[in-house]
């Protein structure tokens, strides 16, 4: 074990706070019988024992508690941590120690390493009191370790089921994304349908923010991360109003969805900031996003201020439409021919030149070579462009430079422009969680030791209520298949998660729209600072500006 700092220290003895639903045994009460947000009659046939299924909701049980301990069956329990780091991940895996070991002492929690790729190759460890109680409260997703291979094969399947039989495991928790989530789901289906007596949870994590809907409010990692690239945007912002001689282009991760770059906006109030869900509603082109971009620089010119900042969601050329149009028809293409992604650059851009439709061709030649060729190179494999290679930052200060400079020319532009970049995501995946994801991580591991417990299967851990006091959240578990809808990928149409993109119509948007113009023209910066863990409630416990919107007034 590393050496701890002092702040660790002093956040191993944090105690996270569990909903009372959750305080000591509880019974599952059934809802009604659910359906997937669209295509139903396709996603029920690809799911015939894991559709429909009610959601529960936790209540305390009186019962239960009476049990004797040596009347309790033993439960052994597999976790897996599947893709991209986000903070919280580590209170996730003690919840679900502490919510097992509640259950029965004699029960077991082995992690499998570096990922999904661990149940398949068999590479596991048992995850001991010892172990756990080294990693509660901090970031990270080294305990375990995390990986992206994609669960999808009866293959990979019926390795993993070696395993589990081995280690009598009766069920495998998957802690990820919309893409991991619905391969528990698929995991969850093959293990039920052929009677393998082997359970599988879900527990939505992702930084981007895109997994959730009305029963999962948000995935965890989401509040810690723009927290700490809030902080650093603020003190960007302070640094540039003091020189006063930079523009800062800032990209923020968020593969799809703009949630980051929306909540940033919100904590920090910048001089721009590009939402791609706005720019796809509107049609937009990349030259109408620059032209926007450099008459805010040329009116704060005018005022005299020659600096700014502007946050730009890594997914934006995915949500420009002409864009979107070229990486489908790319995709398809990579799909049906692996063998172009090993070409060389040249001989891959003519090929794909050569063989595109002749409006994406077009799009594709008029682009910046880097950024072509990251279009055409490989996948991730869930089938996703890997947009966080893409430097958007520097393709539109670069345009804004040459468009300001005609500007000039016609006397539009008065002022100088020098432009920093920054790409912000790894910065703050690892981050210790603030408190809110680290009581929210806690609730919902401890929370998947109970559906497990109560024989769910396809379901995801959901707490929710989430901007009310944790004592208030409420615990249950959502089918996963209610989430589904079918989706193209790798060329194929495939059943996946729902991305929950921005909302045009709600509330955190509509509070960013309002005051978009103001933070353009005058400098309306605010600087929110480190994350605080000890302090006053509203320093240290309030929770995303997002959720603060979307459930006010709820
Ligand atoms: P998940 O969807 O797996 O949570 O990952 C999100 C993310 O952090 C994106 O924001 C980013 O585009 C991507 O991972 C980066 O992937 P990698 O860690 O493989 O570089």
């Known amino acids: 074990m590393t050496k701890k700092s002092v702040l660790q220290q002093a956040r191993a003895a944090y105690q996270p706070k569990l909903p009372s639903a959750l305080w000591g045994a509880v019974k599952a009460v059934k809802g009604a019988a659910t359906e997937s947000v669209a295509d139903q009659e396709e996603i029920k046939k690809l799911f015939p024992n894991t559709y429909g299924l009610p959601e529960l909701r936790f209540e305390k049980d009186n019962e239960v508690a009476k049990k004797k301990s040596a009347d309790k069956e033993v439960i052994n329990i597999g976790v897996i941590l599947s893709g991209g780091q986000a903070p919280g991940g580590h209170n996730v895996i003690s919840g679900l120690y502490d919510g097992l070991k509640s259950l029965n002492k004699a029960n077991r929690l082995y992690g499998f390493l570096m990922g999904p790729g661990g149940l398949v190759d068999h590479n596991y460890m048992e995850l001991t009191g010892d172990i756990i109680d080294q990693y509660r409260n901090t970031g990270g997703f080294d305990i375990i370790g995390s990986g992206r291979t994609k669960l999808e094969t009866p293959d990979q399947f019926e390795k993993g089921l070696e395993i589990i039989k081995e280690l009598n495991i009766r069920a495998v928790v998957i802690i990820g994304g919309d893409d991991s989530n619905t391969n528990a789901c698929v995991l969850a289906e093959y293990y039920k349908a052929k009677n393998a007596g082997v359970q599988v949870i879900g527990c939505p994590k992702t930084i981007d923010g895109d997994l959730k809907n009305d029963w999962i409010e948000t995935s965890f990692g989401f509040d810690t991360a723009c927290k700490v690239y809030s902080e650093v945007i603020g003190n960007i912002q302070r640094d540039t109003n003091s020189a006063k001689k930079y523009w800062h282009f800032i990209k923020l991760m968020g593969r799809s969805a703009s949630h980051i770059a929306l909540e940033c906006a919100l904590q920090t109030q910048p001089n721009y900031c590009i939402i791609s869900e706005e720019v796809e509603a509107k049609n937009k082109t990349l030259n109408d996003i620059v032209a926007e971009i450099a008459q805010v620089v040329a009116d704060r010119a005018a005022d005299g201020n020659n600096f700014g900042t502007i946050l730009i969601p890594e997914g934006l050329i995915e949500f420009i439409p002409a864009m979107k149009k070229l990486i489908a028809e790319l995709n398809d293409m990579l799909a049906a021919h692996p063998e172009i992604k090993d070409m060389e650059a040249d001989e891959q851009r003519q090929y794909v030149i050569d063989h595109l439709n002749a409006e994406n061709a077009e799009a594709f030649a008029s682009l910046p070579v880097a950024v072509a060729r990251q279009l055409s190179l490989d996948r991730d494999p869930h089938g996703n462009v890997q947009v966080s290679l893409i430097e958007t930052e520097k393709l539109l200060s670069e345009m804004v430079d040459k468009k300001l400079a005609a500007m000039k020319e016609e006397g539009k532009f008065v002022g100088k422009f020098a432009a920093q970049h920054h790409f912000f995501g790894y910065e703050g995946r690892c981050a210790d969680p603030s408190n809110f994801d680290a009581d929210y991580c806690y609730a919902l591991g401890y ?11 396809g379901y995801m851990s959901s707490i929710r209520n989430l901007s009310k006091p944790s004592i208030q959240w409420i615990a249950g578990g959502i089918p996963i298949t209610m989430m589904m809808n079918i989706e193209r990928r790798h060329g194929e149409n495939k059943p996946v998660i729902r991305k929950a993109l921005v909302d045009l119509e709600g509330k955190p948007y509509q509070e960013f729209l309002k005051n978009r113009a103001k933070w353009a023209k005058e400098t309306c910066y605010v600087y929110p600072g480190p994350i ?23």
């Open 447 to 457: 929370n998947a030791a109970q559906l497990v417990n109560c024989g769910a299967t």
């Open 532 to 554: 605080q863990y000890f302090g006053p409630d509203e320093v240290c416990n309030q929770t995303s500006r997002t959720l603060y919107y979307e459930q006010k007034g709820k």
